[in-house]
């Protein structure tokens, strides 16, 4: 992994409804284009996704950088990412387990991209810019939505793939179908509802891993106010500080760091 001297790179988003991406200012984090977003192809295929991810791509460059098409890119998903090889398809296509995707982007976009999980993509977002800027205790940052993504920190470096959301907790073996936001809107579940099953699993995370914080992201997190206090757990909780562009952000900075 070594530092290009980039000031700003395209980062790409890439989830189960919508891939979305802009240019960024690396030494801020502050998007430096509008938030350019398509629908993603209905079931996923990795190739109709590399299809969509291009338009945003190509869009940026025309719109956003005058035509220059020589500016890092990366770009995260929400799977296993192992040397630039999808590894696991939880909420996605069964296509992207072992597809070598950073070759097949890299080939669409004419240069090498970096490609990372969504959740360590916006965890290192806020690593770097936002809630836990400067921090280099044990940091676990948990992401709502879909599905339950994670990643772990500590001395400000990642510990990639570290896939939390599917550990076993009593009957319950893949939590995040238990958990998630996703669940929690389609059981229409209330907040002291959903805290009641947040917190057995804040609790495993503690007991395993005994973290300095925890970091709660994911579009829900706007709605922190009214959940937050239901999650019983010891170690404290802070809310993300990037709400829909942490992975836009995040996969940015590792492209312009040549993470593989
Ligand atoms: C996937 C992770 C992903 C998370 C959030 C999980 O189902 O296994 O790779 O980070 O969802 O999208």
């Known amino acids: 992994m070594g530092k290009s001297r ?15 991406g802009a240019l960024v200012d ?10 350019r977003k398509v629908p993603t192809p209905v079931g996923g295929d990795p190739r109709e996704v590399i299809e969509a991810t291009m338009e945003i791509v190509r869009k940026i ?21 192992k040397h630039g090889v999808t590894r696991s398809a939880a909420n996605i296509s069964p296509l992207w387990i072992d597809f070598a995707a950073r070759a097949a982007f890299s080939e669409a976009v004419g240069r090498e991209v970096a490609l990372a999980n969504d959740a360590d993509a916006a965890g290192i977002a806020e ?14 940052m948990t992401t709502l939505g879909t599905g339950i993504g994670t990643a772990m920190f500590y001395g400000g470096h990642l510990f990639p793939n570290s896939e939390l959301g599917h550990i076993s907790i009593g009957e319950h073996s893949d939590y995040e179908k238990f958990a998630s936001s996703k669940v929690r809107e389609r059981e229409e579940l209330a907040f002291a509802e959903w805290g009641a099953r947040l917190t057995p699993y804040y609790r495993q995370l503690e007991a395993l891993f005994s973290p300095d914080v925890f970091i709660v992201s994911g579009g829900i997190s706007k709605q922190a ?3 937050l206090h239901y999650i019983d757990v010891e170690t404290p909780i802070v809310v993300a500080e990037f709400m829909n562009n942490a992975g836009i952000v995040g996969s940015a900075c590792l492209a312009a760091e040549h993470w593989v």
Not at 6 to 20: Q, V
Not at 26 to 35: F, H, I, N
Not at 127 to 140: E, K, P
Request: aromatic share 4%; glycine share 14%.
């Open 6 to 20: 980039a000031t700003k790179a395209i980062g790409i988003d890439i989830g189960g409804t919508g891939i979305k």
């Open 26 to 35: 690396l030494r801020t984090g502050e998007l430096l284009s509008k938030r």
């Open 61 to 81: 460059w025309d719109k956003d950088l005058d035509g220059d098409s020589d500016v890092p890119v990366g770009i995260s998903v929400p799977a296993i990412v």
């Open 225 to 227: 106010d009214e959940f």
């Open 127 to 140: 690593v770097r810019f936002g809630v836990a800027h400067g921090r280099l205790d044990s940091v676990i």
